[in-house]
Every structure is written in C-alpha cells, then in structure tokens.
C-alpha cells in the first residue's frame, strides 16, 4: 500500500521519522523542562500522576514505571475517565501534586475537567501538559499556576481517527522527560527505535498485509509488565479502524489463564508483545506452549527486539528487529504497536472500510463527543 494512499497510512509510515523530531523538540526545551520540574521534585512526598482518556491513557500505563523508576517519586496511572467521575479517590489536597496530562487534541471534555479539579482539590499543584495541538483547549489554559506546557512537533497532530504517530511520538516524550538528567546518552536509544520502526514497515509490513486479509474476527494481544499497556493499545486500535468488526481483547501472559483464554476461537489471531526479560519470557513461553498445543486459534504472532530460545515455541510469523537486546524495554514499547496499527489499517482497507473515518455510525470520533461534566454539588 502506498504510504500516502491515506492519512492514516501517511501517519503510521511516518513514525520513525516523527521520533527523531521528537527528541529535537524536547531538546529544545530541555532547560525548560528541567528547571519546571526541579520545582516539583523539591518536595520529597510529591505525587505524580499521568492522566488521559483512552489512547492518552494508556500511554501513562506504560510511563508509570519509567517516571518512578527515573524521578524516585510515587507514580500512579489514572484515567480522566476515572478521575472526573471519582476525584476523591485520587487526588489528596495536602499532598504536593504533579499532574501530568497528555492529550491528543486538548479538547476533550474530561482532559479540562481533571485539570480543574486537580486545582480544587491539591492546595500544591503542578501541571505538565504533553499535547500535539496548539490551539487546543489545553494547550491554551493561561490561568494555571506552577504549569508547563509542552507543545508536539507539527506532525504528531494526526488528522485521522485513530490515535497512531501522535501515540508513539507522545509515549516517546513521557519517556524522555522521565529521565532529562540523562537526555544525551538516550539519543542512541531514539536512533536505535527509528531503525527498528523502519524495519517493521519495510520488512514486515508485506507479511502483516497478508495476515490482514485471513478471515478471523477476533484478535488477543498479550504483553508483560509495561508492554502490557501496549496490548491494551493495540487491542483499540485494530478495534477502532475495523469499526469494532473484530472485537479485540487484551491481558497479560499470566492473566489470560485466569477465564479470558475461553475468548480464543478458531478465528482469533493471537499477538505476542514478548519481553527483553529471558527471566519473564519464561512465563510467556509457558503460555504460548499452551496455546501451541490447543486447536482453537487461526495464527499465532509474535512481536519482540530480539527473541531468545525461540525454538522453544511454536509462532506463523516472528517480528524480529535485532539480533540481541539493545534499548530498553520502554524504548523497544514505543514501535511494538506498529504491527497493530499496520494490522487495523489493512483489515480497515479489507472490510470496505475508510481507515481514516471508519465508523459508519459515527460512534467514534477524533475528539469525543457528548460528555457533559457536571459540577459537584
């Protein structure tokens, strides 16, 4: 498929390149940066929170792990669609607070609500906004105190519905902003990403293309730790662009055992986020080998930088981009998800959709529609 047959396209083939700008662009701000959050790391019991809706939060799912490790500080993944129904639960007023809110367009209703009541309910409050739109709500919040606002590259604003360069280009920011003090040692990691994104879309994007168009109707994606957070976004994302045509499910290797196995029929297509970790490979294998071993499935996948003893499972096609591991596993996450993608953009193409505005019924959009937010009484 030409890459510009569709913004979508366009957008996913563009990735590798839109990771490069990224890390220019945080360069550029870098001071910025540092001295906004050397404000926040003052206080030793600070709290930090990375909150969005749908796609934008499960970003933070995977930058939990890569904020708490770096900053030393207590970390939590909360949902604007949690926090605005549920603001008590989350947010403590004399507890030193640092939100961080990523956001697509800045103009979803819950993105603007969270933030307001963050501010009524946190006495000492700093706000990091990640965000690809410049005349987004968000992004033009002027009252704030102790805030930052941290604006995309152009490109990362994406036209289409599905969220997939703005992802990947936002999930790469989280992680660099996680660990500034070490912002030029990690350029080898971004260089690194790129090639491996470009190899995905060059090598493997044929093979994906053909996977696309077998007849199954459900698809299972599984990932340990903070891959785990890539499979929940690669669940939506086939989900979103074939118009919830094949129902996706998502879960960790260890969790599936536990009742959702039962979803595996023979028209599913099993997708493997697999770690760096030979140790977690252990459990994943395990669960692969009993999937191997059962009649119900249609094709088997399996992602990974590099997969070690892979003549211990059984897999119809491995996406591999290296021969060893070496980038960490968050920088490795940031291109896992392009298979999805590319596997939602063919499946889209295959079913007669448009993959740019699939949904016949209008129930999905590229800025949510009908939330009221109501005030509390």
Same mark, same amino acid.
């Given at each position: $498929?030409? *890459? ?6 366009? !957008? +996913?083939?563009?990735?590798? =390149? ?10 550029? =701000?870098?001071? %910025? ?13 600070? &709290?930090? +929170?990375?909150?969005? #809706? ?16 770096? @900053? ?5 993944? +909360? ?19 640092? $939100? ?9 209703? !819950?993105?603007?609500? #969270?933030?307001?009541?963050? /501010? &009524? ?18 992004? *033009? ?12 590259? !152009? ?14 280009? $936002? ?10 003090? /070490? ?15 470009? @190899?995905?879309? *060059? ?61 595996? &029929? ?15 490979? *252990? ?12 009649? %119900?499935?249609?094709? !088997? @996948? ?8 892979? %003549? ?60 009221? +937010?109501?005030?509390?009484?």
């Amino acid at each position: $498929m030409d *890459k510009n047959s569709s913004n979508t396209a366009r !957008e +996913i083939f563009g990735q590798p =390149k839109l990771w490069q700008k990224t890390y220019n662009a945080i360069v550029a =701000k870098r001071k %910025e940066l540092t001295a906004f959050l050397e404000l926040a790391l003052f206080y030793d019991n600070l &709290k930090v +929170i990375l909150t969005g #809706a749908g796609t934008s939060a499960f970003m933070g799912e995977v930058l939990q792990k890569s904020f708490q490790r770096n @900053i030393k500080r207590s970390t939590e993944s +909360i949902a604007t669609t949690d926090l605005i129904s549920h603001p008590e639960d989350f947010l403590t007023k004399a507890q030193p607070t640092l $939100m961080i809110s990523v956001a697509r367009s800045g103009d979803s209703p !819950e993105s603007l609500a #969270a933030v307001e009541l963050a /501010n &009524k309910y946190c006495d000492n409050l700093f706000h990091l906004i990640i965000t690809c739109n410049p005349e987004g709500k968000l992004a *033009k919040i002027s009252n704030l105190k102790k805030s930052y606002v941290f604006l995309m590259p !152009e490109e990362a604003n994406d036209v289409a519905l599905a969220m997939t360069g703005a992802f990947t280009s $936002m999930l790469l920011a989280g992680i660099l902003i996680s660990d500034l003090n /070490n912002l030029d040692k990690n350029a080898k990691y971004v260089d690194q990403l790129s090639k491996y994104g470009e @190899i995905i879309l *060059k090598e493997y994007n044929h093979r994906i293309k053909k996977v696309s168009s077998l007849d199954f109707n459900r698809v299972v994606f599984l990932g340990s730790g903070l891959l785990k957070g890539i499979a929940r976004e690669s669940q939506l994302k086939v989900q979103e662009l074939t118009d919830g045509l094949v129902v996706c499910k998502y879960d960790s290797f260890l969790g599936l055992r536990h009742g959702p196995k039962a979803v595996i &029929k023979d028209s599913t297509l099993i997708v493997y986020l697999f770690s760096n970790n030979e140790y977690v490979n *252990k459990y994943e294998y395990d669960l692969v080998r009993s999937i191997n071993a059962q009649k %119900e499935k249609l094709y !088997e @996948i399996g992602v990974g930088e590099s997969l070690k003893n892979k %003549e211990e499972i059984t897999l119809d096609l491995s996406i591999e981009v290296s021969d060893s591991n070496n980038i960490p596993e968050e920088y490795f996450a940031v291109c896992a998800v392009i298979p999805a993608q590319l596997i939602g953009l063919y499946k889209s193409i295959n079913l007669g959709l448009s993959p740019d505005s699939p949904s016949l019924n209008k129930s999905i959009n590229r800025v949510v529609q009908g939330v009221n +937010i109501y005030k509390q009484k």
